[in-house]
């Protein structure tokens, strides 16, 4: 091989493999392969992981052509133990034999518990050829799969039967062989459109050759092109495309070369609620919808991306008899559930079990209409909107028993909104029925509506309370009920709708809806417990965005209240790095003296040294204690602490002029009352110490 730099390719060529198995593979290739070359010390640039369902991929440029000669310092055994009457022990002899030098040639060095042996370990750089080949079959079986599979007579598994391998370095083979398969350089183009074997010239040509066979190996090469010819075969149409990532990545790892088919079902499925048919073509096969561009109605056609463009009409016609199948199931199952009313379906409910500690869903679905009230009088919230909560939460579970839910699953809540305004409910309860949902996940919106939000907050604060009183706590590695999950929709519904409640009295009124119910937790312990998960929970939902010493500092004194929390922490957010340590400095010395302080308020400094900076400080303290008592009560965070921001100098200043632990008894214990004030006063607002510091690690 050549003594400059190469790029170097591995390409292993598989049966079709799912697409999370591609996107797996891809995640985990780039780490693997930068380890396995930092092992060996070949010096490297870019790694890229390429794939598409029938191929893995890997091509890493500038590889370097051998390993630098490697001269390192080795400390060995203790002298103690590499010597005996003078003599070198087994240890100090082994030792040198694996440096490859006499045990004379070894020196003596000062260690932490003594003198040790040492030496220089040399070893010349070997080519990268001779290297490669174990690494890239070491490379290859350290590909994680969710499931993997054996097949022919050998004991190695993959996630799919290995077909082909191509390994160069620049233009040259790298001899590789797994499980009986010896790589080459013979790759394969696409199944249908270039079905033949493709050579590949250089490492470097690999990515447009297997264009050229109609295979685009980049993922995201591959996504541009599909969404391209998804807008155009939408434009084609006579509408616009309804874009989906999740679809996008669905379709990327199916494919190849992305082409698209518009297809058609009949205008009578518009009876449809949109999101039925959406579900039925995003859900079972993974199609795109089509809206009208004027007007946004959604129109009878959808998009189906396929990996080949032969023989179009006979797939249009195969997708839509699959599509109509499928439509004229979700009309039927339509038709015969808005014939009962949404409400009369809710006895229904008490044949599901929700938890079998807790009850059904029916009980469940009692609570939280209860609950979804307590919550609103607790916000001092309209009655108007109090009315539309309870009478959203008394058919938002209401759905779980209809034949549609019952086949899409994924639609509870969209359903029950569809069938109550089908059936006359007003749009303001309607839409309470599909949002008490949200979010779904993390990255999903919340309740867009306080009536929505309340029931939203209710469904999941049941679910907590109830779980925690019988002492279904997740764990590190489990959390069945989604608790976790639970709770940050609580917190984060209340942040985005402005809601300023109280958790522990929220906690309180959950806990009385289960009365009548056996419990193995009190009220007030399982508060507590409840209180210390949300808080977790909250650290790290505004530690994404906001200084994670200001939340933990604030978190000591405020987490009852996240609405009044983000505040207090947005507050000191508006203060410089450099001025909170410097407040964090300053009040850490406080605290740590203050707890030494006898019993009684502070007074006027007094005695025969009483120094200009100690008459300041307890001037400046009357002045900050009634800003920030006055302050806290019309929550005006930013005044107050930028009035403690203002006080800190002062306080630094003091620590310089005055000795606070002096002999004379009376001033120094005036001295610690002050100290102990100003941390009381001031910890009202936040624990000001906590400023500045490293944040531990969320548990």
């Known amino acids: 091989m050549s003594n400059e730099a190469s790029d170097l390719l591995l390409e292993i060529g598989v049966e079709e493999l799912p697409s999370s198995f591609v996107e797996a593979a891809l995640r985990a290739l780039p780490d693997l392969a930068t380890k396995r070359l930092a092992e060996l010390r070949l010096r490297h640039g870019a790694v890229r992981a390429l794939g598409t369902p029938r191929r893995l991929a890997l091509l890493v440029s500038g590889v370097a052509a051998r390993q630098p000669d490697l001269e390192e310092e080795v400390t060995g055994p203790p002298v103690k133990a590499a010597f005996k009457d003078g003599a070198p022990t087994k240890a100090a002899e082994a030792f040198a034999q694996k440096l490859g030098c006499t045990v004379a040639d070894l020196r003596r060095v000062e260690g932490p518990k003594g003198e040790y042996l040492a030496g220089t370990r040399r070893e010349a750089g070997r080519p990268a050829a001779e290297l490669l080949p174990e690494v890239l079959a070491s490379l290859v079986a350290a590909i994680p799969f969710r499931k993997s599979m054996r097949w022919g007579q050998g004991d190695f598994a993959f996630g799919r039967p290995i077909q082909w391998l191509v390994a160069l370095s620049g233009g040259e083979v790298i001899p590789v062989e797994i499980a009986g398969i010896r790589s080459g350089r013979t790759s394969r183009g696409h199944r249908f459109l270039a079905p033949g074997e493709i050579a590949i010239g250089a490492a470097k040509d690999y990515v447009e050759a297997m264009r050229a066979a109609h295979v685009l190996v980049d993922p995201e090469a591959r996504a541009q092109l599909m969404r391209e010819r998804l807008l155009a075969a939408a434009r084609d149409a006579g509408g616009a495309l309804i874009e989906d990532d999740f679809l996008i990545g669905e379709n990327l790892s199916l494919v190849e070369e ?13 009876e449809l609620p949109e999101r039925v048919i959406l579900e039925v073509a995003r859900g079972h096969q993974r199609y795109f919808g089509v809206r009208d561009a004027r007007t946004g109605a959604l129109l009878p056609r959808y998009l189906a991306v396929v990996n080949t463009a032969e023989a179009p009409e006979k797939i249009k016609r195969g997708n839509d008899n699959t599509m109509r199948s499928r439509l004229s199931d979700a009309q039927f199952f339509y038709r015969e559930d808005v014939k009962i009313p949404l409400a009369n379906r809710r006895e229904k409910l008490g044949g599901i079990v929700f938890q079998k500690r807790l009850g059904s869903v029916l009980a469940k679905a009692e609570r939280v209409e209860r609950l979804a009230r307590e919550l609103g009088l607790l916000l001092m919230l309209p009655e108007q909107t109090l009315v539309a909560a309870a009478s959203g939460a008394h058919l938002a579970k209401c759905d779980l ?3 549609m839910v019952g086949e899409f699953p994924e639609l509870q809540g969209e359903m029950g909104r569809a069938y109550a305004l089908a059936q006359g409910v007003s749009p303001e309860v309607a839409d309470v029925v599909r949002d008490h949902y949200l979010p779904k996940g993390a990255a999903d919106a919340t309740a867009p509506t306080n009536a929505g939000a309340l029931v939203a907050m209710a469904d999941r604060l049941d679910t907590l309370v109830g779980c925690f009183a019988i002492g279904l706590v997740p764990t590190s590695t489990a959390d069945p009920y989604g608790l976790r999950r639970a709770c940050l929709g609580v917190l984060r519904t209340l ?39 949300f808080s977790e929970r909250l650290r790290g939902l505004l530690s994404d965005r906001l200084p994670q010493d200001a939340v933990l500092a604030c978190l000591r004194v405020a987490a009852d209240r996240p609405l009044d929390l983000r505040a207090r922490v947005r507050a000191i957010d508006a203060l410089s790095p450099e001025v909170r340590a410097r407040v964090g400095e300053v009040f850490k010395r406080a605290t740590n003296i203050a707890d030494k302080a006898p019993a009684g308020e502070p007074v006027a400094p007094f005695g025969q040294d009483v120094h200009p900076s100690e008459t300041a400080l307890f001037a400046g303290y009357l002045t900050l204690r009634e800003q920030i008592a006055s302050d806290v009560r019309s929550g005006s965070y930013d005044t107050a602490f930028r009035a403690v921001a203002d006080f800190a100098p002062l306080l630094h200043q ?27 006063t001031c910890g009202s607002l936040a624990r000001l110490e906590l400023l500045g510091e490293a944040p531990r690690a969320a548990s």
């Open 495 to 533: 942040l985005d709708r402005d809601l300023d409640l109280r958790l522990g009295a929220a906690f309180g009124a959950a806990y009385d809806g289960y009365a009548g119910v056996e419990l193995n937790v009190a009220r007030e312990e399982l508060a507590t417990r409840l209180g210390e998960f």
């Open 654 to 680: 003091y620590f310089i002029d005055v000795f606070v632990m002096t002999d004379d008894a009376a001033v120094r214990d005036n001295r610690l009352r002050l100290m102990r004030a100003l941390s009381e």
């Open 258 to 270: 992305p082409h698209v088919i518009v297809g058609s079902f009949e205008e009578r499925f518009l």
């Open 401 to 403: 028993v209809a034949l």
